[in-house]
């Protein structure tokens, strides 16, 4: 049995030398560099790589030496994992172990070292058997330290560390100047690194090769087949327990605090969990060299959760430690490129026709093309092999590694036709590959291949219908069910399969002991299997995808399949369903337009679909399925104003009015007073809001007013009842009728709570905490505020916890308004607004908060990022609605012009914008526009005209509240103490 032995020649080559003899006194075969000679000539790497593959057993010998980036045994660490060689850790100095095998036991240095060979001949069966020697246990750092740390779901990221992790040719150049990004002192030094490029340029090769080359202390792997590792609070999971796992002093910072509830806004939770605790500890840490941590595939995360990662980082990049370094791999999707384009971030691009490219895949590709010739492979020696696979890859790894892969395959032939055809394109590649793995149809001489292609078409194509069709990696068991396959069938189809398939499968039942299964593992590494690449599916159920391509599957009756196996979940009890089912049963029933059963399923309350949909932030899904419902025709008038209804409410969240309303107006043509009264009621107030967006305050009330009528017909509906209360004290507010108001929504919160009814009784509180605050009652305000939100987050409601957010955002930055200073009370409700709109999909929610973020930039003379904080509001502003919106951003940009003594341009803006807010009575904004104006006229030496709009500005105040007069009151001082100084 061959074990390889890892060491640094600078100061353990005797300790490993001694460690070879002592293995081989005792039956084992050592490989040690040194003692198995490497022939003339030959690449040390490449034998260092094939003494690894051959052993049982890689023992390392941790040092100084043995761990410098330049070294080569990290990366044997790297490539031992990739081939999926048990690794077992020797300290030989006080070393703290690489990222890769840190969360491994090892064997603690010893004195003398060679004391250490007394525990090997329990730990060498060990590792043999076991696969390693166990995962290590983290004592508290003080008898009243909190552990919770260590309870925290690890995310094990070997899998892509062995995937990637194999032979690495090339990007030298790449890594020279990262480490020279690294270096930067200057106080302009980016901590971000993004690293962009295409589909199959090794992205995340790269990312596990860093792990390797340079002071890599975390790595997180954005996947979809590991759906949690997409979620920003798993990043900051993983994050802390890296960081945990290697720093005393950090863990002792975190262990001094509370267990986190994880439900705080991601970006609160990076400042309390990593940033504070790092640089409260920074004193205690040695740090010779910038710390990196790696995040790959960001445009994973955004296909799998949206913008919440890349929310995060933006927000988070200006509170990195300066030895704080973040090196992110993404696709160049525009999104990442322009959030991520802030100072703090440099952005290089990978092109896959750049030169460095080219010559970096022409070795890739020779090297790969060396080793087949080792093994035997004829055809890898064919000087034309190299030029056929680098063609045929044009500038992608990804290809060139599949090409090369079914080289191997002896019925390979170099044909022309796929140069001529298929030249350059992913397509190519993946029909060589499919019909050297499963037969081809069109050969008439070779009966194996009709049989294999037949084999394909009964035990593999079913599989890859559901495959395809899939919306997340489908657990094995529903997969199977859904094929149609008996188990034996569809495992052994899984089998063949398993070269494009990411996860794992268990082996099948009649595969040999001991035989290897390519690209299949033994135990589950993720929730499920899917196909490994976008491109394969586009390829088999893409637009043209059966244009002459005999592999190819059918998405439409995937979907057919997958409605059943989840039907019949459902049918058996929802407590039984897999999550996938409980969360894709709809979208397999719409596609699959089984109407009937959607009906069913959206009305079982149980499945809860209606709230996912318009509260829960899983809107896209609830477009499509009521949609669909709607087209079919399969609804009696009333089902179907219901789900016209529901589809509005969507659409209006979104800030899509335009195309809420037409399903409004359906809803009320298909009901009637003495037909579906509550959904007419319902339309009805909805249409009413859509008014009251427009700023048409009569229509709004009429709509409310009528719908609250029919609320109160008998059998009367209490809740919708007070839903359209809160709607008329919405209308009153806007119209600064305070009294009116607070008694409208009293009534609907005591209504609201007698039947239970917590969103509309909250809904009321928030609009009474208002009218208290601009009333002046401002402990009053504040404590409902906060018992409201603290219900909302407790009872999960996202739109009302968003809402309330933004009101406390709001309340403690008109205080700190009032009393002149800055609004750092204010920020984090905005943050937090602003994540939790965003995660419902909560359009004016997202722009309010958004909008209050600029204004305390503002007061905090960051006038460059309130500039593009405004800019934001004004391009995604919805047209014609939401107009305090636009006034207020208005007079934010006026606002900046003044700070940067652009007298002329806020001259302007200030004229603009107050006309604006008075033709539409925002008195609030008209107020602070006149106050702004009158301070640039004040300091130009025109005097009476700034008196005049100073006067304009204390009448609209005093006809709109208290608090108007007390902010405007500290306005003017501010405006005519500073020529610089804005209003707030």
Request: charged share 25%; proline share 5%; aromatic share 8%.
């Amino acid at each position: 049995m061959w074990i390889f032995i890892s060491y640094g020649r600078g100061d353990a080559a005797e300790l490993a030398r001694q460690l070879a003899e002592w293995l081989r006194e005792r039956g084992y075969e050592p490989w040690l560099d040194v003692e198995n000679g490497i022939p003339p000539g030959a690449p040390f790497d490449t034998e260092i790589e094939s003494g690894i593959e051959r052993s049982s057993l890689l023992i390392a010998l941790l040092s100084e030496w043995s761990l410098r980036p330049e070294g080569f045994c990290r990366n044997e660490l790297l490539f031992a994992q990739a081939k999926h060689v048990p690794i077992l850790p020797i300290r030989v100095e006080d070393v703290l172990p690489p990222i890769q095998i840190i969360a491994l036991n090892y064997v603690g240095n010893t004195s003398p070292p060679e004391a250490v060979f007394e525990q090997l001949p329990r730990l060498i069966p060990l590792a043999l058997r076991d696969g390693d020697i166990g995962r290590r246990e983290w004592p508290p750092t003080s008898a009243h330290a909190r552990d919770w740390w260590t309870r925290v779901p690890e995310l094990n990221f070997a899998e892509e560390l062995s995937f990637h992790g194999a032979s690495f040719v090339g990007r030298e150049w790449l890594f020279r100047d990262v480490r020279c990004w690294l270096e930067r002192k200057d106080a302009d030094a980016a901590r971000i690194l993004l690293l962009t490029a295409e589909v199959g340029l090794g992205k995340s090769a790269l990312a596990a090769q860093m792990t390797a080359r340079l002071n890599v202390r975390g790595v997180h792997f954005c996947t979809r087949s590991k759906c949690s590792s997409c979620q920003p609070r798993s990043w900051l999971r993983s994050l802390v327990g890296q960081l945990a796992a290697q720093f005393p002093s950090y863990r002792e910072a975190i262990e001094a605090l509370e267990e986190p509830t994880w439900q705080e806004s991601p970006v609160e939770l990076f400042r309390s969990l990593v940033a504070d605790p790092l640089l409260a500890c920074q004193g205690r840490i040695e740090v010779r060299e910038p710390w990196v941590f790696v995040l790959d595939s960001l445009d994973e995360a955004m296909a799998e959760s949206g913008s919440a990662m890349l929310n995060l980082l933006a927000a988070s990049v200006a509170r990195l430690p300066e030895w704080f370094r973040l090196v992110i791999t993404s696709r160049p999707d525009s999104r990442v490129v322009e959030s991520l384009g802030t100072a703090g971030v440099d952005h290089w691009a990978l092109a896959s026709d750049a030169p460095a490219n080219q010559e970096d895949l022409t070795a890739y590709v020779q090297g790969r093309l060396e080793r087949l010739a080792v093994r035997g492979v004829a055809v890898a020696r064919d000087p034309a092999t190299a030029q056929f696979v680098l063609r045929l890859a044009d500038g992608s790894f990804l290809v060139a590694r599949m090409l090369t892969e079914g080289l191997a395959d002896p019925r390979f032939r170099l044909e022309a036709c796929c140069l001529q055809d298929r030249a350059g394109k992913l397509r190519g590649a993946y029909h060589e590959l499919f019909r050297l793995r499963f037969g081809d149809p069109d050969d008439q001489q070779d009966e194996r291949q009709r049989l294999a292609y037949a084999q394909y078409q009964t035990q593999v194509r079913p599989l890859l219908d559901c495959l395809v069709a899939a919306r997340a990696p489908l657990p094995t068991a529903l997969l199977i069910a859904a094929s149609g396959l008996d188990e034996d069938a569809a495992r052994r189809g899984l089998c063949l399969l398993s070269q494009f398939l990411s996860g794992s499968v268990p082996r099948p039942a009649d595969s040999p002991a001991g035989q290897a299964v390519p690209g299949i593992e033994g135990k589950a590494h993720g929730p499920g299997l899917r196909l490994f690449h976008a491109s394969a599916i586009d390829w088999l159920a893409g637009e043209d995808a059966h244009a002459g391509n005999v592999f190819a599957a059918s998405a439409r009756k995937g979907h057919q399949r997958l409605a059943d196996a989840c039907w019949s979940e459902f049918r058996r009890g929802i407590e039984g369903m897999s999550p996938y089912a409980r969360e894709h049963l709809p979208t397999h029933l719409a596609n699959a337009e089984r109407w009937s059963e959607l009906t069913e399923a959206v009305a079982d309350p149980d499945l809860g679909l209606l709230g996912r949909w318009v509260e829960r932030g899983e809107g896209d899904q609830g477009v499509f399925c009521l949609k669909g419902l709607l087209d079919s025709r399969s609804l009696d008038p009333v089902s179907a104003a219901a789900v016209a209804t529901q589809l509005a409410r969507i659409h209006s969240l979104r800030g899509q009015y335009s195309e809420a309303r037409p399903w409004l107006d359906r809803a009320l043509e298909w009901t009637s007073v003495s037909q579906g009264r509550r959904i007419r009621a319902v339309a009805l107030h909805e249409i009413g809001s859509l008014e009251l967006y427009g700023r048409r305050h009569g229509e709004a009330e009429r709509r409310y007013r009528e719908a609250l009528r029919l609320c109160e017909r008998r059998p009367a509906q209490v809740d919708e009842a007070a839903a359209n209360r809160v709607a008329l004290a919405t209308v009153a507010a806007a119209q600064y009728r305070w009294r009116r108001v607070r008694r409208l929504a009293t009534r609907a919160a005591r209504e609201a709570r007698a039947v239970g009814d917590c969103s509309h009784a909250l809904a009321a509180d928030r609009l009474l905490a208002g009218t208290l605050e601009d009333l002046g009652h401002y402990p009053e305000a504040l404590t409902l505020l906060e018992r409201a939100l603290e219900t909302a987050q407790a009872r999960n409601m996202l739109i009302e916890e968003a809402r309330l957010l933004a009101c406390l955002g709001w309340y403690h930055y008109g205080r700190a308004h009032a009393f002149l200073t800055r609004p750092d009370r204010a920020v984090l409700p905005f943050e937090q607004a602003c994540a939790a709109a965003r995660r419902i999909h909560n359009l004016p929610g997202q722009l309010d908060a958004f909008l209050g973020l600029g204004w305390c930039d503002l007061v905090n003379r960051a006038t460059q990022r309130a500039r593009q904080r405004f800019g934001e509001v004004l391009d995604r502003l919805p047209e014609g609605s939401h107009r305090e919106l636009l006034c207020a951003t208005e007079v934010g940009l006026a606002a900046a012009d003044h700070q940067e003594g652009k007298t002329d341009s806020a001259l302007e803006r200030y004229a603009a914008s107050v006309q604006l807010a008075e033709t539409l009575t925002f008195r609030n904004w008209a107020a602070r526009g006149l106050c702004g104006w009158a301070g640039v006229l004040w300091h130009a030496g025109q005097r009476s005209e700034a008196e005049a709009r100073w006067k304009r500005a204390r009448l609209h105040a005093r006809r709109t509240s208290p608090r108007a007069r007390q902010l405007t009151a500290a306005n003017i001082t501010l405006c005519r103490s500073d020529p610089a100084t804005s209003p707030r």
